[in-house]
C-alpha cells in the first residue's frame, strides 16, 4: 500500500513538473518564436508585393510615356524625318508632291468655276440694270478680281498657319518644361509625384505590420525638383532602371493608388487626344485641297460661303492648343496635389489620412477629366458649331475611354490595396493557427495531469 501511495504521488509530482514546463516555460518561448517568425513572413511577403507593384507601376509609366511620343508626332510637338528632311508631320503633309499636284489641279478646275460664275454674276447684273442696280457690274468685277488674289493667297496663309502653330506650339512646350526645371516626360512626371514619400534619404521603410512609416523626418518637404529626384527630372537618372530606383527609394513608400490612377487616366487620355490629332490632321489636309473651290464662289454670293471655310480652317488650326495647354498645366499641379503640402481634409479629424487620400484621387481623376475635355475649348470660342459637331462625334470615344478608364482605375485600386488585405489575413490565419497549437499543448499537459490524478483515486479507491 505505501509502495502504491508513493508511486501515485511520484505521478502527480512529475505531471505538475510537465505541466508547469508546457504552461510557462516552453509556451511563451514557441509564442514568441511563432511571432518572430510571422513578423519576418508577413515583412517578406509584404516587401515582394511591393516590388512586384512597382514594377508594374515602372511598365505603366514606360506605356504613357511611349503613348506619349506618339501624341507628340501627330500633335506637332515632335519632329519627322521625310526624304532625310526635319519638319513637324503636318508640314509634312502639306508639302507632299502628290498633295501639291492635286492642289494645282484643283485650282485650275476652281478658276475655271470662278471664270464661270463671274460671267453668270455680271450677265446677271446687266439683266437687272433696267430694274434695280443691287449688283453693278463694277462689284461682280471686283469680286472676280478678289477671288483671283485670293487663289495666289491661300497657300500663303496654310504655310502661315503652320509656322504660326508650330512657334506657339513649341514656345509653350518651352515654357511649361522651364517652370517643371526641366524637359522631362509624363511618365517621369507621374513616376516621382508618388515617390514624394518613398526617398531613402528623408523617410524610413513602411512596416508590412502596421502599414506605418516609423521614424521619418516630419519636418520634410519634398518636391519633385529636390536634390534627390531632380537626376531623375533632367534624364540623369532613368527611372526604368529598377536597380537605380531601389537604391534612391523605397518600393513599399510608393502612393500606388494615386500613380496607377494617374497614369492608366493619361493612357488613355493621351490614347484619345492622338486620335484627335490624327483626325485634325486629315481635316486640315482636306480643308487645303478644297479651299480652291470656296474661293470660286466669291463671285457669286460675295464670299459668304468661303468666309465659312476660313472661320471652320483656323480654328481647326488652333484646335489643338486646348489639349497641349490644359495637359502641360495638369502636369504642373499633380506633384502639388499628391505632396502632403495640400492637405483637403483637417488632420485633426477621425480617418483624415484616408479621406484626404480619397480626396486627393478624385482631384487628379478630375483634372485628367478636364483636359481631354478641353480639346473643345478652343473649337468653343473659334467655331462653336464646328465644336458642338465634334462634340457629338466624339460622344462614342468618351464613353469608351470612360469605361476603360474606370474599369482599369478600380483593378488598380483593389491590387493596391489587396497586397495590404492578404498579409493581414495571413498574419491572422498564422496568429490563429499559433494560438490554436499552444492551445492543444496546454490542453494535453492539463489532461495528463488529470488523468494522473484520476487513477490515483481509482488505485487508492481499489486499495481501501
Same mark, same amino acid.
Given at each position: 500500500?505505501?509502495?502504491?501511495?508513493?508511486?501515485?504521488?511520484?505521478?502527480?509530482?512529475?505531471?505538475?513538473?510537465?505541466?508547469?514546463?508546457?504552461?510557462?516555460?516552453?509556451?511563451?518561448?514557441?509564442?514568441?518564436?511563432?511571432?518572430?517568425?510571422?513578423?519576418?513572413?508577413?515583412?517578406?511577403?509584404?516587401?515582394?508585393?511591393?516590388?512586384?507593384?512597382?514594377?508594374?507601376?515602372?511598365?505603366?509609366?514606360?506605356?504613357?510615356?511611349?503613348?506619349?511620343?506618339?501624341?507628340?508626332?501627330?500633335?506637332?510637338?515632335?519632329?519627322?524625318?521625310?526624304?532625310?528632311?526635319?519638319?513637324?508631320?503636318?508640314?509634312?503633309?502639306?508639302?507632299?508632291?502628290?498633295?501639291?499636284?492635286?492642289?494645282?489641279?484643283?485650282?485650275?478646275?476652281?478658276?475655271?468655276?470662278?471664270?464661270?460664275?463671274?460671267?453668270?454674276?455680271?450677265?446677271?447684273?446687266?439683266?437687272?440694270?433696267?430694274?434695280?442696280?443691287?449688283?453693278?457690274?463694277?462689284?461682280?468685277?471686283?469680286?472676280?478680281?478678289?477671288?483671283?488674289?485670293?487663289?495666289?493667297?491661300?497657300?500663303?496663309?496654310?504655310?502661315?498657319?503652320?509656322?504660326?502653330?508650330?512657334?506657339?506650339?513649341?514656345?509653350?512646350?518651352? *515654357?511649361?518644361?522651364?517652370?517643371?526645371? %526641366?524637359?522631362?516626360?509624363?511618365?517621369?512626371?507621374?513616376?516621382? *509625384?508618388?515617390?514624394?514619400?518613398?526617398?531613402?534619404?528623408?523617410?524610413?521603410?513602411? *512596416?508590412?505590420?502596421?502599414?506605418?512609416?516609423?521614424?521619418?523626418?516630419?519636418?520634410?518637404?519634398?518636391?519633385?525638383?529636390?536634390?534627390?529626384?531632380?537626376?531623375?527630372?533632367?534624364?540623369?537618372?532613368?527611372?526604368?532602371?529598377?536597380?537605380?530606383?531601389?537604391?534612391?527609394?523605397?518600393?513599399?513608400?510608393?502612393?500606388?493608388?494615386?500613380?496607377?490612377?494617374?497614369?492608366?487616366?493619361?493612357?488613355?487620355?493621351?490614347?484619345?487626344?492622338?486620335?484627335?490629332?490624327?483626325?485634325?490632321?486629315?481635316?486640315?489636309?482636306?480643308?487645303?485641297?478644297?479651299?480652291?473651290?470656296?474661293?470660286?464662289?466669291?463671285?457669286?454670293?460675295?464670299?459668304?460661303?468661303?468666309?465659312?471655310?476660313?472661320?471652320?480652317?483656323?480654328?481647326?488650326?488652333?484646335?489643338?492648343?486646348?489639349?497641349?495647354?490644359?495637359?502641360?498645366?495638369?502636369?504642373?499641379?499633380?506633384?502639388?496635389?499628391?505632396?502632403?503640402?495640400?492637405?483637403?481634409?483637417?488632420?485633426?479629424?477621425?480617418?483624415?489620412?484616408?479621406?484626404?487620400?480619397?480626396?486627393?484621387?478624385?482631384?487628379?481623376?478630375?483634372?485628367?477629366?478636364?483636359?481631354?475635355?478641353?480639346?473643345?475649348?478652343?473649337?468653343?470660342?473659334?467655331?462653336?458649331?464646328?465644336?458642338?459637331?465634334?462634340?457629338?462625334?466624339?460622344?462614342?470615344?468618351?464613353?469608351?475611354?470612360?469605361?476603360?478608364?474606370?474599369?482599369?482605375?478600380?483593378?488598380?485600386?483593389?491590387?493596391? *490595396?489587396?497586397?495590404?488585405?492578404?498579409?493581414?489575413?495571413?498574419?491572422?490565419?498564422?496568429?490563429?493557427?499559433?494560438?490554436?497549437?499552444? %492551445?492543444?499543448?496546454?490542453?494535453?499537459?492539463?489532461?495528463? %495531469?488529470?488523468?494522473?490524478?484520476?487513477?490515483?483515486?481509482?488505485?487508492?479507491?481499489?486499495?481501501?
Amino acid at each position: 500500500m505505501e509502495w502504491i501511495i508513493l508511486e501515485n504521488s511520484f505521478v502527480d509530482i512529475l505531471s505538475q513538473i510537465f505541466y508547469t514546463l508546457l504552461s510557462d516555460v516552453f509556451a511563451p518561448i514557441l509564442k514568441e518564436i511563432l511571432n518572430l517568425y510571422m513578423e519576418y513572413v508577413l515583412t517578406v511577403f509584404f516587401s515582394i508585393w511591393c516590388e512586384f507593384l512597382l514594377g508594374i507601376f515602372n511598365v505603366l509609366c514606360g506605356l504613357v510615356d511611349f503613348v506619349e511620343n506618339i501624341f507628340n508626332v501627330f500633335a506637332g510637338i515632335s519632329t519627322v524625318e521625310v526624304h532625310n528632311k526635319t519638319t513637324y508631320l503636318l508640314d509634312a503633309f502639306f508639302q507632299m508632291e502628290e498633295v501639291t499636284r492635286a492642289f494645282t489641279l484643283i485650282t485650275v478646275l476652281a478658276v475655271g468655276i470662278s471664270f464661270l460664275f463671274t460671267i453668270f454674276k455680271t450677265a446677271k447684273s446687266i439683266s437687272d440694270m433696267a430694274l434695280e442696280d443691287k449688283n453693278p457690274i463694277s462689284k461682280v468685277l471686283g469680286d472676280g478680281m478678289r477671288a483671283a488674289i485670293t487663289f495666289m493667297l491661300i497657300p500663303f496663309l496654310c504655310i502661315f498657319l503652320l509656322q504660326a502653330a508650330s512657334i506657339v506650339t513649341n514656345q509653350a512646350v518651352a *515654357s511649361f518644361n522651364a517652370a517643371q526645371h %526641366g524637359e522631362s516626360s509624363i511618365g517621369t512626371i507621374i513616376f516621382l *509625384s508618388a515617390s514624394l514619400d518613398a526617398d531613402k534619404e528623408t523617410t524610413k521603410p513602411r *512596416s508590412g505590420l502596421t502599414g506605418l512609416m516609423e521614424g521619418a523626418d516630419t519636418d520634410r518637404s519634398p518636391s519633385i525638383d529636390d536634390t534627390i529626384r531632380e537626376p531623375y527630372l533632367v534624364g540623369t537618372k532613368n527611372y526604368r532602371d529598377l536597380l537605380e530606383v531601389k537604391k534612391d527609394f523605397y518600393a513599399a513608400n510608393f502612393h500606388y493608388v494615386q500613380g496607377f490612377a494617374s497614369a492608366i487616366l493619361l493612357l488613355f487620355i493621351l490614347a484619345g487626344a492622338s486620335l484627335i490629332f490624327i483626325r485634325r490632321l486629315f481635316e486640315l489636309l482636306l480643308l487645303y485641297l478644297v479651299s480652291p473651290l470656296f474661293v470660286s464662289t466669291i463671285p457669286l454670293d460675295d464670299g459668304v460661303l468661303f468666309s465659312k471655310w476660313r472661320e471652320l480652317f483656323v480654328a481647326k488650326f488652333f484646335s489643338g492648343f486646348g489639349v497641349i495647354f490644359s495637359m502641360r498645366y495638369y502636369l504642373l499641379l499633380v506633384p502639388s496635389i499628391a505632396s502632403k503640402r495640400l492637405c483637403l481634409y483637417p488632420a485633426n479629424l477621425p480617418n483624415a489620412v484616408i479621406i484626404n487620400t480619397v480626396l486627393k484621387l478624385f482631384l487628379i481623376i478630375g483634372g485628367a477629366w478636364a483636359v481631354y475635355k478641353s480639346q473643345h475649348l478652343m473649337m468653343q470660342i473659334l467655331n462653336p458649331e464646328a465644336a458642338m459637331a465634334d462634340e457629338q462625334a466624339g460622344a462614342l470615344i468618351q464613353g469608351i475611354i470612360v469605361g476603360s478608364a474606370s474599369t482599369a482605375a478600380s483593378m488598380a485600386m483593389s491590387a493596391a *490595396s489587396g497586397g495590404t488585405t492578404t498579409a493581414l489575413g495571413a498574419m491572422g490565419s498564422l496568429g490563429g493557427g499559433a494560438g490554436g497549437s499552444l %492551445g492543444k499543448l496546454a490542453s494535453a499537459a492539463g489532461e495528463l %495531469g488529470g488523468g494522473s490524478k484520476n487513477s490515483d483515486e481509482n488505485q487508492r479507491f481499489t486499495g481501501k
